[in-house]
C-alpha cells in the first residue's frame, strides 16, 4: 500500500473539514412495464415495483458509507417519466400516479422521487396534457415526489405554447403551497436538453434510453475545490487555478466511481454515470459562490463572474473526465441560489441580480436555481424568463433549466426560509417589463442551425 | 419484462386459488384483496413468495465488467488480503500506540507501515495495515473506532481503496 502521509491526511481532512461527501446515490427504476388501462392497477405496480427495488437502497447507502467512511447524503430514486407510463390509462388526472410515487419512496425511505415528468419540447401528448394539470395538487398532495418537464431542445426548438402554460402550472403550484412560502415550485424545474441519467432532484428522471434499473452517482465538493483554491492564494495565474481545479475534480471524482461501483456491485444492478457537479449546500464553506470570490471577484454578480465560472465548470469536467469513463447527468458547477450561503449574501449586498444570474447560466451546468420572484409575477414574465433560459440552452447546445419559486405575499428584498437543503432565499426582482405579446403567441421557436458557429 | 398480478387481476379470479407464475410479483393490494376473500395465491412449486427483484439484461454484464480502475493485483498472495488505512489523533500520553497496536494484534492484523508525530503535546499516527483473509473489515473498523474518547483521541479506520481510487491514476 504506497501510499504517503501527505496523500492520507489529504483525504481525511477532505471528508473531515472540507464537506466532501456523495452528494447522492440515485437508483433509476424503468416504470414502462407498469402500464395498465385501469389506472388504479397501473398504481399498484407502480408502488409494488418501485419498492422491490428501493426498499434497501437506505441500507446498501448506509453499509458502503460505513465501510469506507464517505458520507453519502442522499439516497433517491428516479423513475421513467410518468407520462409514458400513465398513457395507456387513458385517464385526466395523475396525481393517483403521484400518490404511488409518493407512498414507495416512504416505503423505500428515500427523501425524494423524480419521475413526475413529461417531454413535450415539440408537443403534446393527451397524457402529457393530463400531467400538466395534476402537477399542481400532485406536488401538493405529496411530500418526496419532484416534478420535470422538457419544454426545449436543440434538435427540436422551444416550445413556447409549453412554456406558457407551465408558466400558469408555476403560479398555481405556488397558490396551493401558499402557506409554505411556495415550496412546491421548489419540486418543479423545467429543462431544454433535458439528460436522461440526472441522478439529482428535482429534475432526475430516466430516459427510454436507460436500463431497467441504475445507479446513478451525484459528487459534491465545493468546500474541497474552495479549501484547494484558498491554499493556492492570489498570486498564481488562472492556468494554476485551472490546473488546481482540475486535480481536484479528479479526486471528488474518483469517490464518485467508487461508491457508484460499489453501490452497484451491492444492489447487483448497472452503474450509470458519475454526475460530477459541484453542488452547494447552505453549510458553511459549502458554497459555489466562495470558489468565485477566490478565483477574484469582489462579490459573485460582479464583472468577471461569468468568466470565472466559465473556468471553474471547464476544469471540473475536465478532471472528471479523466477520472471516471461514466461522465454524465449535468456535470459542472451548480449555482441554486438559494442553497449557498454565499450566493444568498451576494443577492442581499446587491451584487447578484437576476441578469447577471442569467448570464452565468450560459457557462455553469444547469441553469436559474432556486431563484426567488414576487408572488404577484405575472405568467407573462414567468414565460419571458423561461424562454430566455432556454433560448440559452438550445443555441449553445447545453442543458439548461428553470427552478423558480414565485414566493406568495412576498416582494422584492423580502426573505423567505424554506429550511434544510433548501436554504433561505431573498426575493429577486424581475423588472417592471414584461413580453405580454410574446406570451400570447405561443407557437414554437425553431430549432437552431448548427453550422456557421459565430 | 415484470409480470404482475393486481387487486383487478384477483378480484376478476374465478374460483378459490390463484396459481401464478414464476418471477410473477403480487402487489400488496393483491395480497390484501386476496385474503379479505379468502383466495389462495400460490405458484407451480408451492407458496407464493416475493420474487427477487430483476435487475434487468445489462445487469450481469455491467457486474463484470466493474473492476478496470486502480485496484489491488487480482492473483497472488496479496489479493487476499485487505488493506486498512487507521489514522488516529489526539492528546499525546503514553501508551497511545500501544492501545491501538493491541487491538490490531487481537485482530491478527499486520502493520505495513507506521508513522508518528507529536506536536505541542498532541499526537497524530497513520498506520497502514493488512487484514488476513477471513477477519472481518466491519468487525475491526468498529473496535479500532469505539476506542479513546472526547477527550483522549479519535481513530479513523478507511479502506485502503480510498485512497487508491483517489490519489492513483
Known sequence: MPFTDREILETVRMIELETLDIRTITLGINLLDCADPDPESACEKIYTKIVQHGRNLQEVGRGISADYGIPIVNKRIATTPISYVAAASATDDLVPFARALDAAAKACGVDFIGGFTAYVHKGFTHADDALFRSIPRALKETQHVCSSVSLATTKAGINMSAIARFSDVILETARLTADQGGLGCAKLVCFCNAVEDNPFVAGAHIGTGEPETVVNVGVSGPGVVRAAIAKLGPEPDLLAVAETVKRTAFKITRMGELVGREAARRLGTTFGIVDISLAP????????????????????????????????????????????????????????????????????????????????????????????????????????????????????????????????GKGPGETVEWGGLLGTAIVQDPGKFSCGILHRRGGRIPAPIQSYKN | MTRFLTSEDVRRASGRVIEIEEGTIVTAQAQDTARDAGIVIKTRSGSYSEPAPSRGPDAGQAQRSLPHLPEPPAEGELASYTGVVITAAGRNRPGVLAEITAALANSKASVLDISQKVVEGYFHIVLMVELPPGSGFAQIKSTLECMGGPDDYVVRVMHERVFRFMHRV
Open chain 1, 281 to 408: 449546500t447552505p453549510a458553511a464553506g459549502d458554497s459555489v459562490s466562495d470558489i468565485l470570490e477566490l478565483i477574484g471577484v469582489d462579490r459573485t454578480g460582479a464583472p468577471g463572474t461569468t468568466a470565472a465560472l466559465a473556468l471553474l465548470t471547464d476544469a471540473v469536467k475536465k478532471g472528471g473526465a479523466m477520472a471516471s469513463s461514466s461522465v454524465g447527468g449535468l456535470s459542472g458547477a451548480f449555482i441554486p441560489v438559494s442553497e449557498d450561503a454565499g450566493m444568498i449574501e451576494a443577492v442581499r449586498v446587491g451584487a447578484l441580480s437576476l441578469a447577471k444570474l442569467e448570464a452565468m447560466t450560459s457557462v455553469c451546468s444547469v441553469g436559474l436555481d432556486m431563484v426567488a420572484v414576487p408572488g404577484d409575477t405575472s405568467a407573462a414574465t414567468l414565460t419571458g424568463i423561461i424562454a430566455d433560459e432556454m433560448a440559452i440552452g438550445m443555441v449553445n447546445a447545453k442543458t439548461t433549466a428553470v427552478r423558480i419559486i414565485p414566493v406568495p
